[in-house]
């Protein structure tokens, strides 16, 4: 490898090293979250009753206070976010997760339309190759007898 190759790879791996070090410095885990901050992640997470539109957290209807002011209240009693979200899941159902659970049903509305994208981009993907290393149709010479009949048929009309 000579000197002016090597060159043209340094921006790349400046690049890759600032890339890489952005990254830890986002994904780095903070410390812990104040109770506030709980409370305001979990509004962020259930949907409001009434509008179902908006997160907890921004809608301004009785019922949304309400749930914030309750949300609130548990994170102060120190019940953890998993037993909220499931006592929220328990008294009005999946529909006021605004993320689906992961696993389940929730994967299987969220995976299958991924699914079947990246099936159908395969299968066109497929499509598309045999369709190019496919050999042209050549004529045989019962369809060229068949043309210049019909040709003939058309001069003489």
């Known amino acids: 490898m000579s000197a002016g190759s090597r060159r043209g790879w340094i921006p790349w791996i400046l690049l890759g090293v600032l890339v ?3 990254l830890a410095w986002a994904l780095w885990p903070s410390g812990g979250q104040s109770d506030a901050e709980r409370a305001r992640s979990l509004a962020h997470e259930l949907r409001c009753p009434d509008c179902e539109s908006l997160s907890a957290a921004d809608s301004q209807t009785a019922s949304a ?12 009693e120190g019940q953890s976010d998993a037993t909220i979200r499931r006592a929220y899941v328990d008294r009005y159902g999946e529909s006021i997760l605004l993320k689906p659970e992961q696993g389940g049903l929730g994967f299987l509305v969220w995976g299958l339309p991924v699914l079947l994208l990246v099936a159908g ?11 190019r290393s496919a050999e042209p ?3 045989t010479d019962d369809d060229e007898a068949l043309v210049r009949e019909m040709r003939t048929g058309e001069q003489a009309s």
């Open 20 to 22: 890489v070090g952005v």
């Open 65 to 76: 206070r309400a749930i914030r002011r309750d949300l609130h209240e548990r994170v102060a």
């Open 121 to 131: 981009a395969g299968a066109l993907l497929v499509a598309f190759r045999r369709w």
């Open 137 to 139: 149709l050549q004529p």
